[in-house]
């Protein structure tokens, strides 16, 4: 007997199920991954539009420091101010420490002086739309004293005002001076019985006299800036290069911090520009992938942390964190370190030898941003550019762009073959020394060579590496230069040369000629040439330092015009 069985079922109600559900899910990570993307491009254009909107608020807080300047420089204040119209008068003024836009919009302008008696001016407006996605923006810009008139003296015909002469008990060997005030900072080696640093009252220019001569550095004593009442000067410790020291008593310096740089080079450079300390050094072997030392330290004066490192309120006492950024017992650290309170390192890229630091709190040296650029031997800033004066043969100036103080870069361009951002002066191997601006002008001096012409003056009209024409011009000083420096007024260039016969000399500047218009000799008791020298603007003086003396100068009486 034969058993019929019915056909199988090609119908699987539980397989159509999954095939729906599927589907759904399928349709469901489409309509997700649309939804998504949607989101963020909404997000990326309304991110966009915050960074617009802030930059215009940033923009006019910027503008509105302009028009409290034209009603009266003294009303820029130092200090982080708020802007607002005045309801009565109609004008622009500062009002408490940040002021408000619709949507959400901070913004605040922060005041800082500069030597010459201009003032540096940062609006930065911040905002928090999306959450957990803040932005900012900042604008800089100097703002001068337009309504006084620049007192330039005639330095076709300068004369030797007074002298310090070190006589007898060692010979100093001095580098570098930076003035405040009445007074002059005066930096010393040790080696010849030097004590480092220096002070002398030229409230009398005829008669300088050094004060509180029990102080000592304790360290040989290099370049030298100022900010405000904190003197920043680089030394020969190891373990702490760059100190601050607050000159609010001026005979009497207090120590406030120091910063320990990577590596075993010397530093050499130091500029300010507003709240920003750059410094450079020699002698480093290039950077590595290795973002932090073995051990940080971080003491009374905080380095910024990179953002993988998750913010924390640091107290007063020091906290360590290893190669990875995280805390660990400061009873382990190396003993060295621990022992050095008040000296920050870190973090940074082993062997970079340019650095960034903001020092807008008087008390800390705070680290932004790096760069390897192969030495540094002289530094100066202008608008978005530093200049740099460098031992590098197929580059003696190198540009680096600072528009982002966290991230600097090399320039764009080169010329005759340089590395990024360089300028190769092919004429010659020597190594750039020192570099200076004023105006559209920059200078850079090198060593001396045979007949090379050791001073070359380009065009910097626009940021970046210099592209003649027009220039370079050059000029022969017969010695190297060891520091160069330009009046405000972009009339005359001042350099200092490792020549004693010469050891000043005074160049036509504005017409790009370069015309010597008169030297100083100094007398053979001096010992050699200069070993530094700085521009005082706001009184119209130059004082210059060699080994064992300090020369103060001055010009004759203003000229009608520029000669």
Known sequence: MKVAFPPPSRSRPGTLLLDVILGIALFMIFLGALGTTLINGEEATEASGDRVRGTSIAQQAIEASQSIRD??????????????????????EFNGSQSSSSGGYLTSVTVDSMSDGSVFVTATTTWTRIPNRPGGVSL??????WQKSL???NWGTF???????????GTPLFNDVALSGNFAYVSSETSGGGAGLYILDVST????????SSFSLGYAGYAIAI???????????????????????????????????????????LFIYGSKLYVGATGLSGATNAWLPRTVIIARSQPDLPEWIVPRALASNNHCFDGHGHEQNCSSASSAGSSSSSSSSGPYPNGNDFFVFDISNPSAIVYKSSLYVQGVNDIAVTGTSAYLASPLDTAELRVVNVTN?????????????????????????LDGLTVATTGTSGLIGTEHGGAIQELVLFDIKYPGVPMPPPGPWYYYASGSIVKAAGDPSGCYAFIATSWRTQMLQVLKLQDHSLTKLQFYTAPSSANNGARGMFYDASHDRVYVVNQNGVFIFQPGPPPSACP
């Open 140 to 145: 800089s810009m100097i703002l001068s004293n």
């Open 205 to 212: 220019p005829t008669n300088p006299v050094r004060v509180n």
């Open 151 to 153: 007192q330039i003296g």
């Open 71 to 92: 009603q009266d420089f003294s009303l820029l204040t130092v200090g982080t101010h708020g802007v607002r119209v005045n309801s009565t008068t109609g004008k622009w």
């Open 227 to 269: 900010r405000n009442s904190v003197l920043y000067i680089l030394t020969s410790d190891a373990n702490g290069e760059i100190k601050a020291y607050d000159i609010s008593t001026p005979a009497s310096p207090v120590f406030l911090t120091s910063y320990d740089l990577p590596g075993g080079g010397a530093a050499k450079a």
């Open 159 to 169: 004369t030797l005002t007074g002298s310090y002469i070190v006589t007898g008990g």
């Open 405 to 429: 103080p966290k991230s600097v870069q090399f320039a764009t361009g080169s010329v005759n073959a340089a590395p990024n951002g360089g300028y190769n002066l092919n004429d010659r191997t």
